[in-house]
DNA sequence: TTGACGCCCATAATGTCCCATGATAGCCCA
DNA sequence: TGGGCTATCATGGGACATTATGGGCGTCAA
Protein backbone atom coordinates (compact mmCIF):
# COMPACT_ATOMS: atom_id res chain seq x y z
CA UNK A 1 0.00 0.00 0.00
CA UNK A 2 1.34 3.62 -0.58
CA UNK A 3 1.92 6.27 1.63
CA UNK A 4 -1.18 7.86 1.23
CA UNK A 5 -4.34 7.60 3.50
CA UNK A 6 -5.88 4.49 3.52
CA UNK A 7 -8.07 4.10 6.62
CA UNK A 8 -9.33 7.35 7.96
CA UNK A 9 -7.98 7.56 11.43
CA UNK A 10 -10.93 7.77 13.74
CA UNK A 11 -10.87 10.60 16.43
CA UNK A 12 -6.79 10.91 18.01
CA UNK A 13 -6.44 8.10 16.23
CA UNK A 14 -2.87 7.39 14.54
CA UNK A 15 -1.24 4.61 11.95
CA UNK A 16 2.01 5.09 14.23
CA UNK A 17 2.92 3.39 17.59
CA UNK A 18 4.29 6.36 19.72
CA UNK A 19 4.70 7.52 23.28
CA UNK A 20 5.57 5.42 26.20
CA UNK A 21 3.66 3.59 28.81
CA UNK A 22 5.32 1.89 31.78
CA UNK A 23 3.22 -1.20 32.88
CA UNK A 24 3.32 -3.53 35.57
CA UNK A 25 3.41 -7.57 35.55
CA UNK A 26 0.50 -9.05 37.51
CA UNK A 27 1.30 -11.98 40.09
CA UNK A 28 0.38 -14.39 36.49
CA UNK A 29 2.72 -12.83 34.73
CA UNK A 30 0.60 -11.01 32.28
CA UNK A 31 1.30 -7.37 31.20
CA UNK A 32 -1.49 -5.21 29.69
CA UNK A 33 -0.29 -3.75 25.67
CA UNK A 34 -0.92 0.09 25.78
CA UNK A 35 -4.64 0.27 24.43
CA UNK A 36 -3.89 2.26 21.99
CA UNK A 37 -1.21 -0.07 20.87
CA UNK A 38 -3.99 -2.44 20.46
CA UNK A 39 -5.75 -0.32 18.52
CA UNK A 40 -3.11 -0.11 16.24
CA UNK A 41 -2.75 -3.67 16.21
CA UNK A 42 -6.33 -4.39 15.26
CA UNK A 43 -6.18 -1.89 12.51
CA UNK A 44 -3.45 -3.26 11.06
CA UNK A 45 -5.15 -6.47 10.70
CA UNK A 46 -2.54 -8.47 12.86
CA UNK A 47 -4.41 -10.86 15.89
CA UNK A 48 -1.77 -11.16 18.35
CA UNK A 49 1.28 -9.84 19.37
CA UNK A 50 4.34 -10.66 17.00
CA UNK A 51 7.49 -10.45 19.21
CA UNK A 52 11.24 -10.87 19.29
CA UNK A 53 14.41 -10.19 21.16
CA UNK A 54 16.05 -7.81 19.65
CA UNK A 55 19.60 -8.56 18.52
CA UNK A 56 22.05 -6.46 19.58
CA UNK A 57 20.34 -4.93 23.47
CA UNK A 58 18.06 -6.02 25.97
CA UNK A 59 15.03 -5.20 24.55
CA UNK A 60 12.04 -6.81 22.74
CA UNK A 61 10.26 -6.05 19.33
CA UNK A 62 6.96 -6.12 18.93
CA UNK A 63 4.36 -5.31 16.51
CA UNK A 64 1.95 -6.84 13.33
CA UNK A 65 1.69 -6.91 9.90
CA UNK A 66 3.98 -3.71 9.06
CA UNK A 67 6.72 -5.31 11.57
CA UNK A 68 6.59 -8.62 9.62
CA UNK A 69 6.83 -7.05 6.62
CA UNK A 70 10.18 -5.32 7.00
CA UNK A 71 11.28 -8.29 8.37
CA UNK A 72 10.22 -10.11 5.35
CA UNK A 73 11.91 -7.24 2.95
CA UNK A 74 15.13 -7.42 5.05
CA UNK A 75 15.40 -11.41 4.53
CA UNK A 76 13.93 -11.03 1.12
CA UNK A 77 17.45 -8.77 0.19
CA UNK A 78 19.95 -11.51 0.20
CA UNK A 79 20.48 -14.19 -2.51
CA UNK A 80 18.19 -17.63 -1.48
CA UNK A 81 20.45 -19.82 -0.25
CA UNK A 82 23.93 -17.37 0.95
CA UNK A 83 24.40 -17.64 4.86
CA UNK A 84 23.69 -14.11 5.82
CA UNK A 85 19.81 -15.15 4.55
CA UNK A 86 20.24 -18.43 6.74
CA UNK A 87 21.33 -16.83 9.47
CA UNK A 88 18.74 -13.95 9.61
CA UNK A 89 16.17 -16.16 9.41
CA UNK A 90 17.12 -18.11 11.88
CA UNK A 91 17.86 -15.45 14.32
CA UNK A 92 14.73 -13.79 13.54
CA UNK A 93 12.29 -16.36 12.83
CA UNK A 94 13.68 -18.34 15.38
CA UNK A 95 13.22 -16.68 18.21
CA UNK A 96 9.59 -15.00 17.41
CA UNK A 97 6.93 -15.60 19.38
CA UNK A 98 3.24 -14.74 18.41
CA UNK A 99 1.98 -14.11 22.07
CA UNK A 100 -1.98 -14.17 22.35
CA UNK A 101 -3.78 -11.04 23.70
CA UNK A 102 -6.25 -12.35 25.95
CA UNK A 103 -10.17 -10.69 26.27
CA UNK A 104 -8.37 -7.54 28.79
CA UNK A 105 -5.43 -7.19 26.40
CA UNK A 106 -2.92 -8.52 28.12
CA UNK A 107 -0.07 -11.13 27.13
CA UNK A 108 2.36 -13.20 28.78
CA UNK A 109 5.52 -13.14 28.07
CA UNK A 110 7.50 -16.42 27.66
CA UNK A 111 11.09 -17.02 30.14
CA UNK A 112 12.98 -16.36 27.07
CA UNK A 113 12.09 -12.91 26.09
CA UNK A 114 11.88 -11.85 29.93
CA UNK A 115 15.37 -12.79 30.41
CA UNK A 116 16.43 -11.10 27.10
CA UNK A 117 14.92 -7.77 28.16
CA UNK A 118 15.68 -8.55 31.89
CA UNK A 119 12.32 -7.88 32.95
CA UNK A 120 10.81 -8.67 35.75
CA UNK A 121 7.81 -6.52 37.50
CA UNK A 122 7.11 -3.85 34.89
CA UNK A 123 7.70 -2.86 31.31
CA UNK A 124 8.30 -0.18 29.58
CA UNK A 125 6.44 -0.01 26.16
CA UNK A 126 7.67 2.42 23.11
CA UNK A 127 5.81 3.04 20.29
CA UNK A 128 9.00 3.92 17.14
CA UNK A 129 6.30 4.41 14.96
CA UNK A 130 5.85 0.92 12.92
CA UNK A 131 6.71 -0.95 15.72
CA UNK A 132 7.65 -0.96 19.17
CA UNK A 133 9.89 -1.96 22.03
CA UNK A 134 9.67 -3.63 25.15
CA UNK A 135 12.05 -2.61 28.20
CA UNK A 136 13.15 -2.96 31.47
CA UNK A 137 11.82 0.22 32.73
CA UNK A 138 15.11 1.37 34.32
CA UNK A 139 16.98 0.14 31.20
CA UNK A 140 14.28 2.02 29.34
CA UNK A 141 15.02 5.61 30.83
CA UNK A 142 18.85 5.24 30.47
CA UNK A 143 18.45 4.50 26.57
CA UNK A 144 15.92 7.45 26.09
CA UNK A 145 18.48 9.73 27.96
CA UNK A 146 21.54 8.47 25.60
CA UNK A 147 19.27 8.04 22.15
CA UNK A 148 17.67 11.94 22.91
CA UNK A 149 21.40 13.46 23.79
CA UNK A 150 22.50 11.78 20.23
CA UNK A 151 19.25 13.35 18.50
CA UNK A 152 20.51 17.05 20.22
CA UNK A 153 23.94 16.68 19.06
CA UNK A 154 22.69 15.67 15.50
CA UNK A 155 20.32 18.81 15.46
CA UNK A 156 22.73 20.93 16.37
CA UNK A 157 25.35 20.15 13.97
CA UNK A 158 22.80 20.24 11.44
CA UNK A 159 21.57 23.89 12.61
CA UNK A 160 25.01 24.69 12.55
CA UNK A 161 25.48 23.78 8.57
CA UNK A 162 22.68 25.01 7.69
CA UNK A 163 23.92 28.30 8.73
CA UNK A 164 26.92 27.70 7.34
CA UNK A 165 25.73 26.77 4.13
CA UNK A 166 22.88 29.86 3.95
CA UNK A 167 23.93 32.88 5.81
CA UNK A 168 21.74 35.16 4.67
CA UNK A 169 17.49 34.92 4.93
CA UNK A 170 17.26 30.91 4.44
CA UNK A 171 13.13 31.19 4.91
CA UNK A 172 11.46 27.98 3.95
CA UNK B 1 6.97 22.42 1.25
CA UNK B 2 5.04 23.87 -0.94
CA UNK B 3 3.43 27.40 -0.64
CA UNK B 4 0.30 26.82 -2.48
CA UNK B 5 -2.09 25.28 -0.28
CA UNK B 6 -4.69 22.87 -0.86
CA UNK B 7 -8.25 23.57 0.18
CA UNK B 8 -8.85 27.20 -0.32
CA UNK B 9 -8.37 29.05 2.84
CA UNK B 10 -11.79 31.29 3.71
CA UNK B 11 -11.86 34.44 4.98
CA UNK B 12 -9.11 35.85 7.23
CA UNK B 13 -7.78 31.99 7.16
CA UNK B 14 -4.36 31.22 7.15
CA UNK B 15 -2.36 28.50 6.58
CA UNK B 16 -0.02 28.77 8.74
CA UNK B 17 -0.18 28.98 12.97
CA UNK B 18 0.24 32.77 13.80
CA UNK B 19 -0.66 35.19 16.47
CA UNK B 20 -0.10 33.99 20.25
CA UNK B 21 -2.78 32.63 23.00
CA UNK B 22 -2.87 32.62 26.38
CA UNK B 23 -5.00 29.99 27.84
CA UNK B 24 -5.61 28.19 31.40
CA UNK B 25 -5.87 25.07 32.24
CA UNK B 26 -8.87 23.90 33.96
CA UNK B 27 -9.84 21.80 37.33
CA UNK B 28 -9.62 18.79 35.27
CA UNK B 29 -6.15 19.47 33.81
CA UNK B 30 -7.68 20.54 30.07
CA UNK B 31 -6.92 23.53 27.97
CA UNK B 32 -8.65 24.69 24.75
CA UNK B 33 -6.27 24.81 21.84
CA UNK B 34 -7.00 28.28 20.15
CA UNK B 35 -9.48 28.05 17.40
CA UNK B 36 -7.36 29.44 14.80
CA UNK B 37 -4.87 26.27 15.32
CA UNK B 38 -8.01 23.78 15.90
CA UNK B 39 -9.07 25.48 11.81
CA UNK B 40 -5.36 24.88 10.75
CA UNK B 41 -4.82 21.33 12.03
CA UNK B 42 -8.72 20.17 10.43
CA UNK B 43 -7.74 21.27 7.25
CA UNK B 44 -4.48 19.62 7.19
CA UNK B 45 -6.41 16.88 7.86
CA UNK B 46 -5.25 15.46 11.20
CA UNK B 47 -7.91 15.13 14.11
CA UNK B 48 -6.42 15.36 17.33
CA UNK B 49 -2.92 17.41 18.58
CA UNK B 50 0.59 15.64 17.59
CA UNK B 51 3.02 16.74 20.47
CA UNK B 52 6.16 16.04 22.13
CA UNK B 53 8.82 17.94 24.21
CA UNK B 54 11.50 19.82 22.60
CA UNK B 55 14.83 18.66 22.60
CA UNK B 56 16.61 22.03 24.06
CA UNK B 57 14.08 23.97 25.44
CA UNK B 58 11.43 23.76 28.22
CA UNK B 59 8.97 24.16 25.70
CA UNK B 60 6.60 21.61 23.48
CA UNK B 61 6.54 21.29 19.94
CA UNK B 62 2.36 20.84 18.44
CA UNK B 63 1.16 20.51 14.96
CA UNK B 64 -0.34 18.20 12.97
CA UNK B 65 0.22 16.05 9.58
CA UNK B 66 3.36 18.83 8.51
CA UNK B 67 4.71 18.33 11.57
CA UNK B 68 4.67 14.67 11.17
CA UNK B 69 5.84 14.71 7.94
CA UNK B 70 9.14 16.45 8.82
CA UNK B 71 9.86 13.87 11.91
CA UNK B 72 9.21 10.98 9.31
CA UNK B 73 11.87 11.66 6.79
CA UNK B 74 14.24 12.48 9.40
CA UNK B 75 13.65 9.20 10.46
CA UNK B 76 13.33 7.42 6.88
CA UNK B 77 16.84 8.26 5.95
CA UNK B 78 18.35 5.76 8.38
CA UNK B 79 18.30 2.57 7.03
CA UNK B 80 16.20 -0.08 8.27
CA UNK B 81 17.58 -1.84 10.93
CA UNK B 82 20.38 0.41 11.66
CA UNK B 83 21.19 1.78 15.13
CA UNK B 84 20.77 5.61 14.64
CA UNK B 85 17.30 4.76 13.55
CA UNK B 86 16.50 2.78 16.35
CA UNK B 87 17.35 5.72 18.54
CA UNK B 88 16.21 8.72 16.54
CA UNK B 89 12.42 6.69 16.49
CA UNK B 90 12.83 6.23 20.09
CA UNK B 91 13.79 9.50 21.26
CA UNK B 92 11.11 11.09 18.76
CA UNK B 93 8.23 8.75 18.96
CA UNK B 94 8.75 7.68 22.22
CA UNK B 95 8.19 10.89 23.74
CA UNK B 96 5.75 12.16 21.47
CA UNK B 97 1.58 12.16 22.71
CA UNK B 98 -1.30 12.30 20.30
CA UNK B 99 -3.33 14.10 22.24
CA UNK B 100 -7.10 13.78 22.07
CA UNK B 101 -9.26 16.96 21.15
CA UNK B 102 -12.52 16.85 22.65
CA UNK B 103 -15.58 18.34 20.98
CA UNK B 104 -15.01 21.59 22.55
CA UNK B 105 -11.75 21.85 21.27
CA UNK B 106 -9.48 21.02 24.71
CA UNK B 107 -6.36 18.07 25.18
CA UNK B 108 -4.83 17.35 28.21
CA UNK B 109 -1.50 17.23 28.38
CA UNK B 110 0.24 14.20 30.37
CA UNK B 111 2.13 14.98 33.40
CA UNK B 112 5.43 14.54 31.19
CA UNK B 113 4.70 17.31 29.16
CA UNK B 114 3.40 19.35 31.66
CA UNK B 115 6.54 18.92 33.78
CA UNK B 116 8.73 19.54 30.40
CA UNK B 117 7.35 22.62 30.16
CA UNK B 118 7.06 23.75 33.24
CA UNK B 119 3.37 23.62 32.91
CA UNK B 120 0.85 24.31 35.89
CA UNK B 121 -2.13 26.46 35.54
CA UNK B 122 -1.95 28.33 32.01
CA UNK B 123 -0.39 27.69 28.81
CA UNK B 124 0.74 30.53 26.18
CA UNK B 125 0.31 28.64 22.19
CA UNK B 126 2.88 30.07 20.14
CA UNK B 127 2.45 29.84 16.06
CA UNK B 128 5.34 28.82 14.44
CA UNK B 129 4.33 28.51 10.61
CA UNK B 130 3.95 25.08 10.24
CA UNK B 131 3.52 23.67 13.67
CA UNK B 132 3.05 25.93 16.81
CA UNK B 133 4.72 25.54 20.52
CA UNK B 134 3.12 25.32 24.10
CA UNK B 135 5.18 27.43 27.17
CA UNK B 136 4.75 28.34 30.52
CA UNK B 137 3.33 31.43 30.27
CA UNK B 138 6.29 33.28 32.20
CA UNK B 139 9.15 31.65 30.49
CA UNK B 140 7.42 32.50 26.77
CA UNK B 141 7.46 36.15 27.93
CA UNK B 142 11.05 35.96 29.36
CA UNK B 143 11.48 33.87 25.72
CA UNK B 144 10.29 36.43 23.58
CA UNK B 145 11.66 39.46 25.10
CA UNK B 146 14.83 37.72 24.56
CA UNK B 147 14.01 36.44 21.10
CA UNK B 148 12.87 39.84 20.27
CA UNK B 149 16.53 41.35 21.12
CA UNK B 150 18.48 38.84 19.02
CA UNK B 151 16.46 39.86 15.93
CA UNK B 152 16.55 43.23 16.14
CA UNK B 153 20.25 42.97 16.36
CA UNK B 154 20.21 40.59 13.35
CA UNK B 155 17.67 42.91 11.52
CA UNK B 156 20.42 45.86 11.72
CA UNK B 157 23.30 43.82 10.75
CA UNK B 158 21.09 42.35 8.49
CA UNK B 159 20.34 45.58 6.86
CA UNK B 160 23.68 46.83 6.82
CA UNK B 161 25.02 44.09 4.49
CA UNK B 162 22.16 44.31 2.58
CA UNK B 163 23.03 47.60 1.50
CA UNK B 164 26.40 46.99 0.94
CA UNK B 165 25.44 43.82 -1.56
CA UNK B 166 22.39 44.86 -2.73
CA UNK B 167 22.09 48.59 -2.38
CA UNK B 168 18.28 49.16 -3.53
CA UNK B 169 15.29 46.74 -1.93
CA UNK B 170 15.72 44.10 -3.92
CA UNK B 171 12.30 42.37 -2.50
CA UNK B 172 10.60 39.00 -4.10
C1' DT C 1 -2.22 -33.95 41.73
C1' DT C 2 0.05 -29.81 40.24
C1' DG C 3 0.77 -26.45 37.45
C1' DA C 4 0.36 -23.58 33.13
C1' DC C 5 -2.85 -21.46 30.46
C1' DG C 6 -7.39 -20.28 28.56
C1' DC C 7 -11.57 -17.57 29.63
C1' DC C 8 -14.64 -14.99 32.68
C1' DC C 9 -16.03 -11.42 35.99
C1' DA C 10 -14.96 -7.50 39.51
C1' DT C 11 -13.19 -2.88 40.57
C1' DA C 12 -10.85 1.50 41.03
C1' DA C 13 -9.02 5.08 38.41
C1' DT C 14 -8.85 7.48 34.37
C1' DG C 15 -10.49 9.27 30.21
C1' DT C 16 -14.27 10.64 27.04
C1' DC C 17 -18.55 12.61 25.93
C1' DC C 18 -22.25 15.71 26.53
C1' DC C 19 -24.69 19.75 28.08
C1' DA C 20 -24.55 24.43 30.41
C1' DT C 21 -22.78 29.13 31.07
C1' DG C 22 -20.74 33.73 30.45
C1' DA C 23 -18.02 36.51 27.47
C1' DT C 24 -16.79 38.12 23.00
C1' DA C 25 -16.77 39.38 18.37
C1' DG C 26 -19.06 39.74 14.08
C1' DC C 27 -23.17 40.83 11.51
C1' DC C 28 -27.47 42.73 10.05
C1' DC C 29 -30.60 46.17 9.74
C1' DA C 30 -32.80 50.29 10.80
C1' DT D 1 -23.52 54.81 12.42
C1' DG D 2 -25.23 52.76 16.28
C1' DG D 3 -27.52 49.07 18.68
C1' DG D 4 -28.87 44.90 19.48
C1' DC D 5 -28.84 39.72 17.81
C1' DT D 6 -26.40 35.72 17.18
C1' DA D 7 -22.61 32.46 16.26
C1' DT D 8 -18.40 31.22 18.30
C1' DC D 9 -15.31 30.63 21.98
C1' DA D 10 -13.30 29.50 26.46
C1' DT D 11 -14.57 27.35 30.53
C1' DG D 12 -17.13 24.44 34.16
C1' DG D 13 -18.99 20.16 35.70
C1' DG D 14 -21.71 15.74 35.62
C1' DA D 15 -22.60 11.15 33.49
C1' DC D 16 -20.78 7.39 31.40
C1' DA D 17 -17.23 4.30 28.95
C1' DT D 18 -12.62 2.41 28.88
C1' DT D 19 -8.44 1.04 30.92
C1' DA D 20 -5.29 -1.36 33.83
C1' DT D 21 -5.24 -4.64 37.19
C1' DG D 22 -6.69 -8.44 40.48
C1' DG D 23 -8.53 -12.83 41.10
C1' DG D 24 -11.70 -17.20 40.32
C1' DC D 25 -12.38 -21.52 37.71
C1' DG D 26 -12.33 -24.93 34.58
C1' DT D 27 -9.21 -27.65 31.10
C1' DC D 28 -5.41 -30.04 29.32
C1' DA D 29 -1.07 -32.19 29.95
C1' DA D 30 2.84 -33.84 32.56
Not at 17 to 38: C, I, Q, T, W
Not at 94 to 106: A, P, W, Y
Not at 113 to 118: E, N, R, T, V
Request: glycine share 10%.
Amino acid sequence: MGLAGKTPPATGEMDRFVSHYLLRLDAKGRVSVPASFRALLARDGFDGLYCYPALDRPVLDAGGNALLAEIQSLIAGFSPFSEAREQFSLSLYGTSETLKIDGEGRVTLTEALKAHAGIAAAATFVGLGHKFQIWEPGRFRAELAEATEKVRAFKQELGARMVAVKPLGARE
